[in-house]
Nanobody
Framework: QVQLVESGGGLVQAGGSLRLSCAAS?????IGWFRQAPGEEREFVAA????????SYANSVRGRFTISRDNAKSTAYLQMNSLKPEDTAVYYC????????????WGQGTQVTVSS
């Protein structure tokens, strides 16, 4: 069983930055960040594997967002720079239990609001 707790959301002006944190308990292979805006489906943002640190990003955030992890703290981070109003959403942290499996565990989400 994996438990995830996100933090770091808030209100920021366009062009600003925020850093989200995801504290994880239990073992998993990979941590992913997803987001869901009102009236829209949840979408993938970025992911990182705990061991190799291999990363992947959605095209919409590549070059602006950076995912990282601190294995000693069992915490993953999402550094978000050059934020845009369209980045406004609830951001969720998720854990995949296996290398080729889906995301089995989800956090409660944290709101990110970018004002224009």
């Amino acid at each position: 069983q994996v438990q995830l707790v996100e933090s770091g959301g808030g209100l920021v002006q366009a062009g600003g930055s925020l850093r989200l944190s995801c504290a994880a308990s239990g073992r998993s292979f990979r941590i992913g960040w997803f987001r869901q805006a009102p009236g829209e489906e949840r979408e993938f943002v970025a992911a990182i594997s705990w061991t190799a640190g291999r990363t992947s990003y959605a095209n919409s955030v590549r070059g602006r967002f950076t995912i990282s992890r601190d294995n000693a703290k069992s915490t993953a981070y999402l550094q978000m720079n050059s934020l845009k109003p369209e980045d406004t959403a609830v951001y969720y942290c998720s854990a995949a239990g296996a290398a080729y499996g889906g995301y089995d565990y989800w956090g409660q989400g944290t709101q990110v609001t970018v004002s224009s």
